[in-house]
């Protein structure tokens, strides 16, 4: 049987102005080992070549880099549908708009919690405030809105305020995604994995709410093993 890749992730920097105790960032790599504007132009061309229909543009922190709108622009000169995963720290009108006019399909905002003093000590910066604004300017320019949260033993008991929030922003998609342990996490595994009695309540509370919200909002769990 043939595969054909269709998602191609593009981690465009390590760099972020986040410090999340869960980062799949690499540990102890140092920013610049960055490919460069013509690089990531040619890997678009060839991914899609090959096939691949969708881009995340990831990171780190994408927005961290001067030349996304240009990527951006090489996606859609591509014919490859892009999507925006990022903090929403060091975006803005101007920055939204220009990325929209260079052919930017959707966005995907990360969201530590759903209430701001939780949320900026996870993410290690005061960013709540931000996202929230950001959420709501990406929605007022028509972008399609995902929002994304990972579950660890912090936040995890907080699932019902976080779909709340979800309501609240109007976004399409709320991805739940359970730690993965790699990267920083590895390290600070221990105090981020959550109570087996934690995990059947975010299963409950994941079900109710899609029985609640079956054309509002796609819901997506990603449990541990």
């Known amino acids: 049987m043939h595969f054909r890749p ?3 992730l593009a981690e465009l ?4 102005p986040l410090h999340c105790p869960y980062c799949s960032n690499p540990a102890g790599v140092s920013a610049g080992h960055e490919l460069s504007t013509a690089d990531w132009q040619r890997v678009l061309r ?28 090489a996606a859609r000169g591509a014919c490859l549908y892009s999507n925006l995963i990022t903090s929403a720290v060091g975006l803005n009108r101007r920055r939204a708009e220009q990325l929209k006019a260079a052919g930017l399909d959707a966005v995907q905002i990360s969201f530590q919690s759903d209430e701001a003093g939780l949320a900026d000590k996870i993410a290690g910066t005061h960013a709540h405030a931000k996202k929230l604004e950001m959420a709501l300017l990406i929605r007022a ?11 660890h033993r912090a936040n995890i008991g907080r699932l019902e305020q976080l779909i709340g929030l979800a309501e609240k922003l109007e976004a399409e998609r ?30 409950e509370v994941t079900a109710a709410a899609r029985q609640r919200l079956p054309r509002k909002i796609d819901i997506l769990l990603v449990a541990p093993n």
């Open 141 to 151: 320019l028509g972008f399609p809105l995902t929002m994304n949260v990972v579950l």
């Open 13 to 16: 920097t390590y760099q972020c």
């Open 174 to 203: 709320l991805e739940l995604a359970n730690t993965q342990y790699y990267g920083w996490a590895f390290r600070n595994r221990a105090a981020l994995l959550p109570t087996r009695a934690q995990i059947e309540q975010a299963l």
């Open 6 to 8: 269709y998602l191609l």
């Open 46 to 73: 060839q991914v899609a070549s090959l096939g691949v229909l969708h881009v995340g543009f990831s990171g780190g922190e994408p927005l961290q880099r001067q030349d996304l709108d240009q990527l951006v622009a």
